[in-house]
Structures are given as C-alpha cells and as structure tokens.
C-alpha cells in the first residue's frame, strides 16, 4: 500500500453517525442548519475570532473575502502557494503583484514588500507557508502606512498560535480551507475569520446567492454555503483537534531526529513563541548529493508519495503565459526554493518505522 503525504484524519464511525443522526429527522440537509451554526459558534471560540462564516470551501471563501472588501487593482501576494490564492485574485478581476518569500519561513518577505505598492495596489494578500506565520506584525506596520487591507491566506495553519493568539485574527481577515487534507478538516470546506460585523453580514449574503432576505438581494452571490453533513464532520474532527496535532507533533520530532544537521537538507524549524499545527513537513535539498527530483524518484519507487509543493510557481503557470508580471525569475527565492522543496509524508497515524523507512531511503 502506497504512503501518501497525508491521509485524511476521521473520527470514530459511530460518533459521526450520532452527529448526522437528528439530520434524519429534520431533514434540513443545507442553508445554515443547526450543525452549521454549532461548528461555526465551536470554531468561533477555539479561534477566539472576533466574526467568522462558513464556506463549501476555502477557495470560493477567499473570493468571497476580496469581493466583499470591494477589491480591484493590484494585490500584492506570493508565487509560492497553492494555485487557489492567485487565480482567486485573477477570478476576482484583480491583477496580482508577486513578491519574494523569507528564506527561511518561505512567506512573503515583508522587506521586499514596500517597493511593490503603487497607486494601483487595493490590498496585500500574504500566504502563511506549512504553518509557518508571516511576519504579521511588520506586514501589518507597512500596510496601515499606505492605508490597505491585509487579507490572509491561512489555509495552511489552522491550530497554529503566536503567543496564544491564533493565525485567524492577525488582518484585516483570514481565509481557512477544511479540505481533506488538512489537519482539521470538513471533508470540503472553508471560513472567513474578520473583526468587522459588516463584512461578515456580507460575505454570508454573497456565499447566498446575494440574498439578504425573502425580499432583499443586494449583491450579485453565488452559492458557496457548507452544507449539515460537512459541518457535522468539522464537529467531530475539532473534538479531536488537539489529539491530532499531538500525534502529528512526534511524527515531526522522528523526522527531525534522524534528518537534523544532515548537509544539504534544510528542514523547517517552529518559529519561536509559536504552538505549531505539525501540519507538513518540508526538506529544501541544498547541496546534498542527491537533488531533491531524484530523491522524489527514489521515494516513488518505493511506494512512498512525497510532493513537490510548491512546484511550479504560479506565476510559472501555463494559464499566465505571456500575461505581464507572471515572472518567476523575478522571485528568485520562491524560484529556487520551488526548484528544492519535497514535502514528506505526515499525518496522526503515521508509523515511527514508516518515517524511519523514509529517513532511510533519502540518506542511503
């Protein structure tokens, strides 16, 4: 059986019957239900968030965010990230601006991020990277000097706390997707997190077709509601949230012990006054003898499926050829990082020999 670089977390079979059970009864199978309005109020505490909505997903979440603030221009973000959070700028109308990534954290780098602001730029959308933040604090200085919105893309680090602060209340607002693959997942899912009330009233028009009321449609929405069952899922896997990052935790800890201070292989480090989610585990093959392509190669062989990710860029894209500004020799770190990175396999129930296994193919 293959090793994949995640598999998806579930609760026990009987608790999640037991949650969808009263569905039956009911019959309110959609449109903000009693499990939707449960996970959101769980999620809301957890988070300690000011305002947060639901969504089928974190890609339309982050459409919906930037057309809710009324977004259009220019949106300085990163290439190195999932392909959802530039072609949710491109979608929305807007023009992204790349700028490079921290060597080290592999988000946006907020020293490279001032010369990018024009009189075009609407609003900067960082990406925090396998858990890592950005640095919040400086992006947050810059931005309130020029005036713009910082709009997150946390999808990667849900679980994660700086100083006991969850990555869903630096911004102006934060995207989470609940995806399968994530740590805490709705099966397919999303939030908004913001602290402005009227946003949200917003963005749970718009993920409604735009509807207000029976009689009152102020927006041009579209539908991106989540429905009971995935809702139902989300309470489940938050009871079990802590477990998870735990397990996910010594599955590092087994990685950084038989990888750390091998030359050539960069590992991530947790950043300092941070509870990290455990949720990848990223190796930049620098120097080492092998390159990072073969040791994808080897790995396959073997029934164990890394990733490359991020690879490619996306301002590489084939979708962006010829457009001006998709450039990465522009980006050079997120270029050069993007060509190195693998990300191993890592999930609860991954087994101490598994990863021993891993460790081993890579450094024979």
Known sequence: MSINVTRSSMPPFEEYCGEIRELWDSRWLTNMGCKHRELENMLQRYLGCEQLTLFTNGHLALENILEAFHIQGEVITTPFTFASTTHAVVRCGCTPVFCDIDPVTYTLDPEKLEALISERTAAILPVHVYGNLCDVDRIGEIARKHGLPVIYDAAHSFGVFRGGVSSACFGDAAMFSFHATKVFHTIEGGAVCCHDEEIRRRLCDLKNFGIHDEENVPYVGGNAKMNEFCAAMGICNLRH????????????????????????????????????????????????????????????????????????????????????????????????????????????????????????????
């Open 241 to 364: 949230l802590e477990e998870e990052i735990e397990k996910r935790r010594l599955v590092r800890e087994r990685y950084d012990e038989r990888l750390g201070g091998i030359e050539g292989l960069q590992l991530n480090r947790v950043q300092e006054n941070t509870r990290s989610n455990n949720a990848y585990y990223p190796v930049v093959f620098d120097g080492f003898r092998r390159s990072r392509d073969e040791i994808f190669s080897r790995l396959s062989a073997e029934g164990i499926i890394p990733r490359k990710y991020f690879y490619p860029l996306t301002s590489s894209f084939a979708c962006y050829a010829g457009r001006p500004g998709f450039d990465p020799s522009k980006t050079p770190i997120a270029a050069g990082i993007a060509d190195r990175v693998l990300t191993l396999p890592i999930y609860a129930d991954l087994q101490p020999e598994t990863v021993d296994r891993i460790c081993e193919l890579i450094l024979e």
